[in-house]
């Protein structure tokens, strides 16, 4: 609509000098013709997950820009660090409690100031002092959405002898293979580790000789039986719906997504242990934009509306507590829990691992990649 | 020239003398990245049979996969676009031009949504899968088309041919026809007619296609990324995974210069053995 409505204005010669040399700059054309001030502002640059660059959950930001920001979209966290320290200017990163800490460690994540957040007083206040929001004595993280990570599977697909006592060794046998996709992580290892018995709590920290024999032992098994490892989750919802695999690791809007569409799927709470996680918005002090509009952008992404969006189109809840007095009741239900702290007590909440074992699950995994054949 | 060719390779060969310590750069020059490459080991990694005896085998073990995979690609694409340019050469009288564009065709779209449109007809409920199956040959879907080192060969042969049809059109059109006609005169069979002048005149343009092709396919990035699952993986994505992921942009750039040097080798071991100068003296 805005695109017709400007050309009409231009064949009508109703433009305005300004406005023409504003739209030429957003084509790059003006950068060295125009004066500095009449450039328009620098448009906020956004890291997020794949999905989540739908307006449906910054409508608020939309509404008062009149515009969406730039997206860059991440599979993992990892991925979207390295891009920031190679120089991307992002001014938003939305990353998870067990990840922020290689942000503020690296030097990129800013403190937030809560008070600019209209929104804050309404989050769950277990999560406002979550290890992950706070950091070092320091709010790096407005929480926004929660939800887990556990074991999809096609129940319709299955011996019912798994359907019964579902566990995360399916990714790991070989009768499976071509069958299963897990995801593009190292937690693949992690899990293969907890399959062997090893308690969360020991395998997330794996380092050095340990860590590459949980690599060659379950990593190997991992990425042989898979039939891809995913990275984003619209390929593995295809996948799964077609049959093509009858298992994954996978988050709550996989399930949330195929039941919508009548295929049956179910999500797992395997003998090993599901896993929570809550991610939310950080404040990059990389980005170029004003910082108002990156406020703007996290108070969007914690109101109540976005809250609904989040639980209604995708399953996973959402930090304030107000959402769920406007979501639709039945979508509440289907979520089962609603509240973050129980459903934290009754899964593995995911760890912060220090940086040495980050940097040395990346490398490990990466090799055990590499050498499929 | 200089700006957009030497300056990136030279910040790359600075990159990869200097180390990454965590988040930081460390700037002391150094060789380590390359000794990383090259140290061995003891104990080796088995991969395929054969034993590596490096400490870190994950370069060397894609790079020799990369090689080739890139080389029955490059062998695919010669096999498909010599008889399309000779049929071009030979066969075509009337609006050749018309041909030619028809040929470029497919470049007209993005070279992303041509390895994309693979990964439909190969995917599980993909053009060939549902074929089959309609016809009555297979009640499973196959399973290994999709997500191997095949479907990336496949996927690379498809989008470089018509980069080989052109030269080799070129050089097979520049063959003089009163040298054909000659041959038959004197009683050479058309076999023989095609073994002893249609090839040997053609052939700068087949070593300028498949060199075209080799080059670009050792290091792509994307088709494997696309349609390679993790047993497709090839040098380029080892290359993006320690830029981007494992962050350590100097060990990719040491990485992605001794590729450069080996491809470089290869090519010219490849131009020796085929007698490059002498296809060029009997040009001259």
Known sequence: MQRIKFLDRMIDGKLSRRQMMQAAGAFGVGTLVLPRPSVAAEVLTCLEWGGYDSPDYFQAYVDKYGAQPNFSIFAGEEDALAKVLAGFAADVMHPCNYSVARFVNAGVAAELDTSRLSHWNDIFPALQSAEGVVWDGKTVMAPADWGNSSLAFRPDLLPPEFVENPTWAIFYDEAYKGRVAMTDNEMAIVIGAMVGGMPYDEAYKLEGAALEAAAKEWGTRAVNVSKFLWTDSSEVQQAMASGEIVAAYAWNDLVANLRREGVPVEFANPKEGSFTWFCGLTLLNTGKADEQAAYDFIDAWLSPETGKALIEGSGYGHANMKAFEIADKEAIANMGITDPVAMMADTIVFKTPTDAVQDGFNKVWGDTKALKY | ?284
Not at chain 2, 8 to 27: C, H, M, N, Y
Not at chain 2, 148 to 154: D, E
């Open chain 2, 1 to 284: 020239m200089i700006a957009m060719l030497a300056l990136p390779i030279a910040a790359l060969v600075v990159l990869s003398f200097w180390t990454q310590s965590g988040f930081e750069l460390d700037r002391t020059p150094t060789l380590e990245n390359y000794a990383q490459l090259v140290r061995l080991t003891d104990e080796p990694t088995v991969w395929f049979g054969i034993p590596f005896y490096f400490s870190y085998p994950v370069p060397a073990i894609l790079m020799i996969k990369s090689v080739v995979m890139s080389l029955s690609a490059t062998v695919a694409v010669i096999a498909l676009a010599y008889p399309m340019a000779y049929f071009l050469a030979f066969r075509v009288h009337k609006h050749k031009a018309l041909w030619i564009i028809l040929i470029t065709i497919p470049f007209w779209t993005s070279y992303l949504l041509r390895v994309f449109a693979w990964k439909i007809v190969l995917g599980f409920n993909g053009a060939i899968n549902s074929g089959l199956k309609a016809i009555g040959i297979i009640d499973q879907p196959l399973e290994f088309l999709l997500y191997n080192p095949g479907a990336v060969v496949i996927t690379l042969a498809h989008s470089w041919v018509a980069f080989a049809i052109l030269p080799i059109y070129v050089s097979l059109e520049k063959i003089d026809r009163s040298l054909l006609e000659a041959a038959s005169d004197l009683g050479d069979s058309k076999l023989k007619r095609f073994l002893r002048i249609t090839l040997p005149l053609s052939a700068p343009g087949t070593v300028a296609a498949a060199l075209l092709v080799f080059i670009p396919t050792v290091g792509d990035y994307v088709t494997p990324t696309l349609v390679g699952g993790p047993g497709g993986t090839m040098i380029g994505n080892l290359v993006q995974e320690l830029f981007l992921k494992q962050n350590n942009a100097p060990l990719g750039a040491a990485v992605a210069i001794t590729m450069m040097l080996i491809i470089a080798v290869i090519v010219a071991i490849f131009l020796w053995a085929i007698g490059y100068r002498r296809i060029r003296a009997r040009r001259a």
